[in-house]
């Protein structure tokens, strides 16, 4: 019992110590807290991190929200295209009237966005437009891939002028101008060969005269005339000395005959990569009898020269002959003094005197006659010319009839192939005031076939010419793209003459390449020139007669083309329809052959698109930005397509607003401040 007393007592003691010791314990935290301290400052790291790590989060989620807000501003700027130019020509443009006009409105579409609340609060602070493209910028560039854009993307089906066969449309027209400036440059030779001509006229006249003189120097040689001979010999001295001016005559109009033929033969070279097949060969074969002219081995020239050189000798044989025949007069007055002192000698011999025959008849003396035999026999090898011209009346009229036929085409166009009820237009366009006038920078790309094609389809589409049935204030749009004139009339004049020439020249091709044409033009052209044996003259002439018919043909295409018909771009011998009878027919009538039906073959538009590879690009553009501008400002005052912008970059910016580092405890640690710049850049572009 006493021991379980004490066990008992003992352990009320153990616990009286335990309590003890834990209220000891327990005094000293009450002092200390350093877990509770530590344990707060963890959990504010925790949290400050978890705070950065979201702010970072939302300040990359509103640079995104503000780039998105200033793209979609853009976006709202851009749907804002004119309307007018999209209905009626498919180009779009933004209007704008001014830099500053644009940058407000952009501003005020991103303000859209900010006022949104959202975990991106943030404070516009302004929107710079840092580039503006205008439509007609860059000498209408991007005017040009928009169209080409619209016309590639599926919009046509059925194009009359294959993009796919554009190179060999340029190349088809390159060679039908080549052709044609060709035909100019025939011309421009054949002219000057008829000035040398009239300078080898001049100089056969001349030629001519001597050789009468010559016939006369030798009938008084003949007749022992010395008298006679002297004054001949003067005349043919004079003649022979106009022989030096009319040589040099000659050589001038050779020299420029020579500088026209250096002309014609760059052309020929410019236009080698445009020739196809043979045809090279066919022009430059009709250089060849030019060259007889102004070669020194040429036929015409070589006879100039040879003349030149016979003249001179008979000059020096007339300068022989002048000393026979003052030899043979010293010796027959030699003979004369010889007798006089013999008689004398005699009558003082035997005293009488010599009297005189009651008819006054001569002493014996005074009966020696003068001999210019060897003088005559040496003016016998007097050399004559070989120059000869013949013509004969009939074939002149001819020759005649042609150049009638030139100076209808040249000089009365309009009046010969227009259709009698066709009014010209009297449109004119306010050039000063349009695009093509006013600086708008040089293009730095130029269209390559396909694209040309899908232009000038567009052009043939959306603009109107002679033939077309919709009527205008300014009808003949087609043809100002080609030419830029400023009134309807001087644009539909040029368009002509230029579709002349083309055809022209396409028409000079085929008759080169028919041998059975070039036959007749040849026995047209030796019937003309009737010159016995004078082939370079023949042949220029048949050249000048198939410029001429080819010309010929070209009016009745193009009087067929405004009537609406069409005509093959190259013609076989079944498409021909003039013939040699019938083009001098219309030089003695004075009117072009009537048009003709044919089914087949490119229509008047057609023919001005394919001119249209012929227009410089930049041109082009420029011209068709001033039908655009000029017809949409008859319903639109004031429009102006240097108002209306292709492309536009900007930059915004803004001041953002911290979320979670808004807290003072963040931001003490972190050190960020309450604001951060945002900046966005943004760029569009039809």
Same mark, same amino acid.
């Given at each position: 019992?006493?021991?379980?007393?004490?066990?008992? &007592?003992?352990?009320?003691?153990?616990?009286?110590?335990?309590?003890?010791?834990?209220?000891?314990? *327990?005094?000293?935290?009450?002092?200390?807290?350093?877990?509770?301290?530590?344990?707060?400052?963890?959990?504010?790291?925790?949290?400050?991190?978890?705070?950065?790590?979201?702010?970072?989060?939302?300040?990359?989620?509103?640079?995104?929200?503000?780039?998105?807000?200033?793209?979609?501003?853009?976006?709202?700027?851009?749907?804002?295209?004119?309307?007018?130019?999209?209905?009626?020509?498919?180009?779009? &443009?933004?209007?704008?009237?001014?830099?500053?006009?644009?940058?407000?409105?952009?501003?005020?579409?991103?303000?859209?966005?900010?006022?949104?609340?959202?975990?991106?609060?943030?404070?516009?602070?302004?929107?710079?437009?840092?580039?503006?493209?205008?439509?007609?910028?860059?000498?209408?560039?991007?005017?040009?891939?928009?169209?080409?854009?619209?016309?590639?993307?599926?919009?046509?089906?059925?194009?009359?002028?294959?993009?796919?066969?554009?190179?060999?449309?340029?190349?088809?027209?390159?060679?039908?101008?080549?052709?044609?400036?060709?035909?100019?440059?025939?011309?421009?030779?054949?002219?000057?060969?008829?000035?040398?001509?009239?300078?080898?006229?001049?100089?056969?006249?001349?030629?001519?005269?001597?050789?009468?003189?010559?016939?006369?120097?030798?009938?008084?040689?003949?007749?022992?005339?010395?008298?006679?001979?002297?004054?001949?010999?003067?005349?043919?001295?004079?003649?022979?000395?106009?022989?030096?001016?009319?040589?040099?005559?000659?050589?001038?109009?050779?020299?420029?005959?020579?500088?026209?033929?250096?002309?014609?033969?760059?052309?020929?070279?410019?236009?080698?990569?445009?020739?196809?097949?043979?045809?090279?060969?066919?022009?430059?074969?009709?250089?060849?009898?030019?060259?007889?002219?102004?070669?020194?081995?040429?036929?015409?020239?070589?006879?100039?020269?040879?003349?030149?050189?016979?003249?001179?000798?008979?000059?020096?044989?007339?300068?022989? *002959?002048?000393?026979?025949?003052?030899?043979?007069?010293?010796?027959?007055?030699?003979?004369?003094?010889?007798?006089?002192?013999?008689?004398?000698?005699?009558?003082?011999?035997?005293?009488?005197?010599?009297?005189?025959?009651?008819?006054?008849?001569?002493?014996?003396?005074?009966?020696?006659?003068?001999?210019?035999?060897?003088?005559?026999?040496?003016?016998?090898?007097?050399?004559?010319?070989?120059?000869?011209?013949?013509?004969?009346?009939?074939?002149?009229?001819?020759?005649?009839?042609?150049?009638?036929?030139?100076?209808?085409?040249?000089?009365?166009?309009?009046?010969?192939?227009?259709?009698?009820?066709?009014?010209?237009?009297?449109?004119?366009?306010?050039?000063?005031?349009?695009?093509?006038?006013?600086?708008?920078?040089?293009?730095?790309?130029?269209?390559?076939?396909?694209?040309?094609?899908?232009?000038?389809?567009?052009?043939?589409?959306?603009?109107?010419?002679?033939?077309?049935?919709?009527?205008?204030?300014?009808?003949?749009?087609?043809?100002?793209?080609?030419?830029?004139?400023?009134?309807?009339?001087?644009?539909?004049?040029? *368009?002509?003459?230029?579709?002349?020439?083309?055809?022209?020249?396409?028409?000079?091709?085929?008759?080169?390449?028919?041998?059975?044409?070039?036959?007749?033009?040849?026995?047209?052209?030796?019937?003309?020139?009737?010159?016995?044996?004078?082939?370079?003259?023949?042949?220029?002439?048949?050249?000048?007669?198939?410029?001429?018919?080819?010309?010929?043909?070209?009016?009745?295409?193009?009087?067929?083309?405004?009537?609406?018909?069409?005509?093959?771009?190259?013609?076989?011998?079944?498409?021909?329809?003039?013939?040699?009878?019938?083009?001098?027919?219309?030089?003695?009538?004075?009117?072009?052959?009537?048009?003709?039906?044919?089914?087949?073959?490119?229509?008047?538009?057609?023919?001005?698109?394919?001119?249209?590879?012929?227009?410089?690009?930049?041109?082009?553009?420029?011209?068709?930005?001033?039908?655009?501008?000029?017809?949409?400002?008859?319903?639109?005052?004031?429009?102006?397509?240097?108002?209306?912008?292709?492309?536009?970059?900007?930059?915004?910016?803004?001041?953002?607003?911290?979320?979670?580092?808004?807290?003072?405890?963040?931001?003490?640690?972190?050190?960020?401040?309450?604001?951060?710049?945002?900046?966005?850049?943004?760029?569009?572009?039809?």
């Amino acid at each position: 019992m006493i021991r379980s007393g004490e066990k008992a &007592g003992a352990d009320s003691r153990e616990a009286a110590d335990g309590y003890a010791k834990r209220g000891e314990s *327990t005094g000293r935290m009450k002092n200390r807290g350093e877990i509770t301290v530590f344990l707060s400052l963890c959990i504010l790291c925790v949290a400050a991190l978890l705070c950065v790590m979201a702010e970072s989060v939302r300040t990359a989620g509103s640079r995104y929200y503000f780039q998105t807000a200033v793209g979609g501003a853009l976006d709202s700027l851009f749907s804002r295209y004119h309307r007018r130019l999209w209905q009626q020509y498919r180009v779009l &443009g933004l209007p704008c009237e001014s830099r500053q006009a644009a940058a407000d409105q952009l501003r005020s579409y991103t303000e859209k966005y900010l006022e949104v609340e959202n975990w991106y609060p943030m404070e516009l602070k302004s929107v710079e437009i840092t580039e503006w493209t205008g439509i007609a910028d860059q000498g209408g560039d991007y005017l040009a891939q928009e169209i080409v854009d619209y016309m590639r993307f599926g919009v046509w089906g059925n194009l009359e002028l294959s993009p796919d066969d554009g190179g060999q449309f340029l190349r088809d027209i390159s060679e039908a101008a080549a052709a044609g400036g060709l035909t100019e440059a025939y011309d421009a030779q054949t002219a000057e060969v008829q000035k040398l001509e009239q300078a080898v006229e001049k100089l056969v006249d001349c030629v001519s005269r001597q050789e009468e003189y010559a016939a006369e120097i030798a009938s008084r040689l003949a007749a022992n005339d010395a008298a006679g001979f002297r004054a001949g010999a003067s005349d043919f001295r004079k003649e022979a000395g106009r022989m030096d001016g009319l040589a040099a005559n000659y050589e001038r109009q050779a020299e420029r005959l020579a500088e026209k033929l250096a002309d014609t033969e760059r052309t020929l070279t410019e236009a080698a990569e445009s020739w196809q097949g043979d045809r090279a060969a066919l022009f430059e074969e009709q250089m060849n009898p030019y060259h007889d002219y102004t070669d020194a081995d040429g036929v015409r020239r070589r006879e100039i020269l040879t003349q030149l050189e016979t003249g001179k000798e008979n000059l020096e044989r007339l300068k022989q *002959t002048e000393g026979l025949v003052r030899d043979a007069e010293i010796a027959w007055e030699e003979a004369r003094q010889a007798a006089r002192r013999a008689e004398k000698a005699a009558e003082e011999g035997d005293g009488q005197t010599v009297k005189t025959t009651e008819g006054g008849g001569q002493t014996a003396a005074m009966d020696a006659e003068l001999s210019l035999a060897a003088a005559a026999e040496h003016w016998s090898g007097y050399k004559r010319s070989g120059l000869k011209l013949e013509y004969s009346e009939g074939d002149t009229e001819k020759k005649g009839l042609l150049e009638q036929v030139k100076k209808l085409a040249q000089n009365s166009l309009l009046e010969l192939v227009l259709p009698a009820d066709m009014q010209v237009s009297a449109g004119v366009i306010a050039a000063g005031a349009l695009p093509s006038h006013r600086a708008a920078g040089r293009s730095v790309q130029a269209p390559g076939p396909v694209e040309r094609v899908l232009l000038h389809e567009y052009c043939g589409h959306f603009f109107t010419n002679a033939v077309s049935e919709e009527k205008k204030q300014v009808q003949y749009e087609l043809e100002y793209l080609l030419q830029g004139k400023q009134s309807d009339r001087d644009n539909l004049q040029e *368009t002509m003459t230029q579709l002349l020439l083309i055809r022209q020249g396409l028409n000079l091709i085929h008759i080169l390449s028919d041998p059975a044409k070039r036959d007749e033009a040849r026995g047209m052209a030796a019937g003309i020139v009737g010159v016995t044996g004078l082939a370079p003259l023949v042949e220029i002439t048949a050249c000048f007669i198939m410029c001429v018919w080819a010309m010929g043909e070209a009016v009745a295409d193009l009087r067929t083309l405004y009537a609406g018909g069409r005509v093959p771009l190259w013609k076989n011998r079944e498409d021909w329809k003039l013939s040699l009878e019938g083009l001098l027919k219309m030089g003695k009538e004075g009117a072009s052959p009537g048009r003709t039906e044919s089914e087949k073959g490119c229509a008047y538009e057609t023919y001005l698109k394919l001119l249209l590879f012929l227009t410089d690009h930049q041109d082009l553009q420029m011209r068709i930005l001033d039908m655009m501008e000029m017809n949409l400002k008859r319903q639109e005052e004031g429009f102006s397509i240097d108002k209306c912008a292709y492309r536009l970059g900007i930059t915004g910016r803004a001041s953002g607003k911290h979320v979670f580092f808004a807290l003072p405890i963040v931001e003490k640690y972190t050190g960020k401040a309450g604001a951060y710049p945002l900046e966005a850049p943004a760029e569009r572009a039809y």
